[in-house]
């Protein structure tokens, strides 16, 4: 299985990377309609911070260790048919909710039942394909993933000025296809009982509070979790929440703005593949993470100050390259623990990237209400705000160049293998 594909793989991946897909839709689509929100629920630039990053990100955060838990407990198939469920369910309810706590109940169960998406994609891809491949596979699982918040911006913006389409009837046809991915995953998807009997592991049986302790005293999971939600932020935050404000300002039309974002994510879906398949190939996983860091400082700052819509157009593209380097921190974080910690590990580093949103986006949201307050929002004010996004990607560029160590895409554990003939 190590190294062979195998059609049912396949098939599992995908189901896997098709939940990803509509887990990413669920997380992004609600910064296409933010003024319709914040008009129907009556809420703030801060409140909708909350509602569309802060609650996401908190439950995203602090559910992905236990998921890590949870998924090598009781496999991939319950795990994922769970959280399709739960998204189900909760795009009911939140498209129709009619006040600001209702709707941000709806919304946490939503990021609950999300939460199960990308730990299950890793395993899926440790699961069912050869791991030498592993990198390009979780590239290949984000550039899937990343359709969403693709045509959640532009075209999704273009679909709902011509057919007056309102967010409430976008989540009641999400909450259909949650049921739709509920079913697939009842039908195809397996846990892989092939592994079983095929190694053995000279290992103790280690207690849940010491594998506690080893993930959170090693120090290159924390850097490359640091990394890793670094690199990802600024995307996702301007996608969600003030991004096509800001652009506004900058005399860029709506629709135009709209196609940024979408670019950004084109940028993403290509750089996944790509610089995972580099990392692969070179045996490098710091310098590919390190030249994204380079890459998202000069991109966000173009954004920030150069002029020109053809400028910002390349400006988001490669801000998406540079953010697509974090599926690089995932192969690298599984590389520093034996096997039967990835799932802790994966969960370790979704959780990290999701408390950096968690807490960025609230208080850039608060600042902007600041600045509203004292009179219209101005374009200087946004870039000050904005200032946060470029500490954040610079802090993971120095992280990546003075501590990250080089793995050369291998295994930092150390354990002993029997091969059994």
Not at 85 to 104: D, E, K, Q, T
Not at 179 to 190: E, N, S, T
Not at 318 to 344: D, H, R, V
Not at 393 to 408: C, D, G, N, Q, R
Request: aromatic content about 14%.
């Amino acid at each position: 299985m190590d190294n062979k594909f195998q059609a049912k793989g396949f098939l599992v991946w995908g189901i896997c990377a098709l939940f990803f897909l509509y887990e990413f839709f669920l997380r992004t689509v609600i910064g296409t309609y933010q003024h319709p929100v914040m008009q129907d629920l009556d809420i703030t630039s801060f409140q909708f911070s909350v509602l569309s990053t802060t609650t996401f990100a908190l439950i995203l955060g602090t559910a992905q260790i236990p998921l890590g838990f949870i998924v090598s407990n009781i496999g991939l198939k319950k795990s994922l048919a769970t959280g399709s469920l739960i998204c189900a369910i909760a795009s009911i309810g939140f498209a129709y909710s009619y006040n600001y706590p209702m709707a941000v109940f709806y919304r946490m169960l939503m990021a609950l039942g999300a939460s199960f998406g990308f730990i299950c994609l890793l395993v899926s891809v440790y699961d069912w394909m050869p791991h030498r491949y592993s990198a390009v596979f979780i590239g290949l699982s984000q550039f899937i993933g990343t359709l969403g918040p693709m045509i959640s911006a532009g075209p999704l913006e273009t679909m709902s000025e011509s057919q007056s389409i309102n967010w409430r009837f976008v989540f009641l046809t999400l909450s259909g296809i949650g049921f739709a991915l509920f079913v697939l995953v009842f039908l195809f998807v397996d846990n892989n009982q092939e592994k079983s009997g095929r190694n053995i592991i000279l290992q103790k049986p280690e207690k849940l509070i010491n594998s506690l302790k080893r993930l959170f005293t090693n120090r290159q999971a924390i850097y490359i979790a640091l990394v890793t939600g670094g690199l990802y932020f600024a995307i996702e935050y301007l996608s969600a929440n003030e991004g096509r404000s800001f652009l506004l300002l900058k005399g860029v039309s709506l629709q135009s703005a709209s196609y940024m974002i979408t670019i950004s994510w084109i940028g993403y879906a290509i750089g996944c593949p790509l610089l995972g398949a580099l990392s692969d190939i070179f045996e490098r996983r710091k310098a590919l993470l390190s030249l994204s860091g380079v890459l998202g400082l000069l991109s966000i700052i173009s954004i920030l100050y150069l002029p020109g819509e053809i400028t910002l157009f390349v400006a988001f593209f490669m801000l998406g390259i540079s953010a697509a380097g974090q599926s690089i921190g995932y192969a690298n974080i599984a590389e520093q623990f034996n096997k039967q910690f990835t799932a802790i590990a994966f969960g370790f580093n979704n959780a990290v990237v999701a408390i950096i949103a968690a807490i960025n986006a609230p208080t850039i949201g608060l600042l902007i209400d600041r600045s509203k307050q004292a009179g219209a929002i101005s374009l200087g004010d946004y870039r000050f705000v904005f200032s946060i996004l470029v500490i954040t990607i610079l802090a993971a560029l120095l992280i990546s160049v003075f501590l990250l160590k080089e793995t050369y895409c291998k295994s930092a554990a150390e354990f002993t293998v029997l091969k059994l003939k």
